[in-house]
């Protein structure tokens, strides 16, 4: 038993949640890029509420859950630009290597939005949380990745920096570990 299978019914109840989140945004027959999407259940959980084409990327096979998927290197996502509507990063980039090689593929590829849901440690207890989180996926998973956090002003400037507008935000929970929903898309300049 791995650790997504551990964990799937705490999975699929925040997919659903998730979902409802993202209804106000998200279009019916999307086409959805779920980077990262790990063991699969929330990209599949979108695919059935959206009734929408998701496809999941990591770098390695986790699904526990049926959804269309490929392996991609971890840098860069093998699509033409705006091959999808939507990208979702759901709790990933936190994993990632590199969150701006990241997030500049993935603006490269949506179409539309990108929605963001991201962890932001806020204290003493919950960086000692997301250390843990850390540890478990490198013991369960094998991630050998170091685990880096950045604060909701360190994400807004990355997302500005990389020419993303946040056009909605929404704090999750905060408890033990605050959990921010972003939805991004790319900065349009006007002239006169």
Not at 26 to 33: D, Q, T, V
Not at 76 to 94: C, M
Not at 174 to 185: A, D, H, M, Q, T
């Amino acid at each position: 038993m791995n650790y997504y299978q551990i964990f799937s019914r705490l999975y699929q109840r925040a997919a659903k949640k998730m979902c409802q989140d993202c209804q106000s945004f998200i279009k019916n027959g999307s086409r959805i890029l779920d980077l990262g999407c790990g063991c699969g259940i929330v990209g599949k959980t979108f695919q059935d509420f959206f009734e929408a084409e998701v496809l999941g990327v990591d770098v390695k096979d986790y699904r526990v859950s049926f959804l269309p998927f490929q392996i991609y290197d971890g840098l860069h996502l093998p699509f033409s630009e705006k091959s999808f509507d939507t990208v979702l990063i759901n709790y990933v980039l936190h994993h990632s290597e590199d969150p701006i090689a990241l997030l500049k593929e993935a603006k490269r590829v949506a179409r539309d939005k990108i929605v963001v849901y991201e962890d932001l440690p806020n204290g003493v207890l919950s960086s000692l949380i997301c250390q843990l989180h850390g540890a478990s996926f490198a013991k369960f998973l094998g991630d050998a990745n170091k685990i880096s956090f950045k604060s909701e002003k360190e994400w807004e400037k990355l997302f500005g920096e990389i020419g993303l507008s946040i056009i909605f935000k929404k704090k999750i929970s905060n408890f033990p570990v605050k959990k921010e929903l972003f939805i991004l898309e790319h900065i349009s300049y006007k002239f006169k």
